[in-house]
């Protein structure tokens, strides 16, 4: 079976200051890896994807992820945080898109 | 602009109800997805269709039905039967054979009185 796990409920970050958002995958296989993010009472909007190559993904918005397979970590990062960056953040892991599943969400906080 | 629209946002029913909640694309996508967000979980898969009238379980699939009887529209009836219907609902599509990037809803939260 497939799991994601997002350690922190809560991240705190002062803006300017550089954010990552932790992930650690479980998969069989070469894993997929994704973030989304989502704003209040909205949707989730993509934000970035590994599926091969290389380890440093580039993303929405500034964002980029680090897929780190010795570790099995997919940690998401912004070298300078936004007040606008503060929303709930999820990684998710699938082979396709019906196959998806996503971890519990990490609350990002960016405090001006 | 394309995308997805999802109605109603907000959404209160008595106990005993059946609701059903809209979901219409017109990203020109293959593939629709219902999925339920409770607090403090992940999104939970409860019915995808990959083409028009076919449509299959995800996994909370009891107490709820769907239907895809055109390609832009993806209706989910939750029924009497789904024991704790209040949650927020979240529609999303994706291209066919899509390697997991889904579009998404705004969402219609639903409440149960």
């Known amino acids: 079976a497939q799991s994601v796990a997002q350690p922190e409920d809560q991240v705190n970050v002062a803006e300017g200051n550089p954010l990552t958002v932790k992930c650690t995958y479980s998969?069989?296989?070469?894993?997929?890896l994704f973030w989304y993010v989502q704003y209040p009472n909205r949707g989730l909007q993509f934000l970035l994807k590994?599926?091969?190559?290389?380890?440093l993904v580039k993303g929405s918005y500034g964002f980029e992820a680090e897929f780190n397979k010795s570790q099995t970590s997919f940690h998401l990062k912004k070298p300078s945080a936004l007040v606008s960056d503060s929303a709930l953040y999820f990684c998710?892991?699938?082979?396709?898109?019906?196959?998806?599943?996503f971890g519990s969400g990490t609350q990002l906080t960016v405090l001006p | 602009d394309g995308g997805i629209t999802q109605s109603p946002k907000y959404l209160f029913r008595k106990e005993g109800q059946n609701v059903t909640l809209s979901c219409e694309q017109n990203l020109n996508h293959d593939a629709m997805y219902w999925y339920r967000q409770d607090p403090g979980q992940g999104l939970r898969l409860i019915y995808y269709s990959q083409i028009v009238n076919d449509f299959q379980k995800g996994d909370i699939a009891e107490g709820y039905s769907v239907s895809r009887e055109k390609k832009e529209s993806f209706p989910l009836t939750v029924t009497s039967a789904q024991k704790n219907p209040t949650a927020f609902y979240l529609c999303?599509?994706?291209?066919?054979?899509?390697?997991?990037?889904?579009?998404f809803g705004e969402g219609s939260r639903l409440t149960v009185l």
């Open positions: 998710a892991t699938g082979g396709s898109a019906r196959q998806l599943t």
């Open positions: 998969v069989s296989g070469n894993p997929y």
């Open positions: 999303a599509s994706s291209m066919a054979q899509n390697t997991g990037e889904l579009f």
């Open positions: 590994y599926i091969t190559g290389d380890n």
